[in-house]
């Protein structure tokens, strides 16, 4: 079994558009988020800019999952809680608890 603490270890690319961290995903890269909704950029059909999300080495939420402790379990990040009990704040560009 694997150790929890190397599942959330940043990975040095992104699974789909395999950019470096640091790096900004391509177009049509289904990682990525728009940044002002926090949702998936390829799904998003408002009519606004997404802005231009950049890998993090972590799948998206997972780092707001740990900072609220919403944990399945060690290495696992409860992401169906944070999409459902969790408010995108664009300015900050995380997940918050709703109050």
Request: aromatic share 6%.
């Amino acid at each position: 079994m694997p150790n929890a603490r190397d599942l959330l270890a940043p990975q040095p690319h992104c699974p789909d558009c395999e950019v470096a961290i640091g790096q900004p995903h391509v177009e049509g890269c289904d990682v990525a988020r728009c940044l002002r909704t926090g949702l998936q950029r390829l799904s998003c059909e408002r009519k606004h800019n997404c802005g231009n999300d950049t890998w993090s080495g972590r799948w998206p939420g997972e780092a707001d999952c740990e900072r609220l402790g919403w944990m399945i379990g060690p290495g696992l990040p409860d992401l169906n809680r944070l999409l459902t009990e969790a408010t995108w704040n664009p300015a900050t560009r995380q997940w918050d608890a709703r109050a």
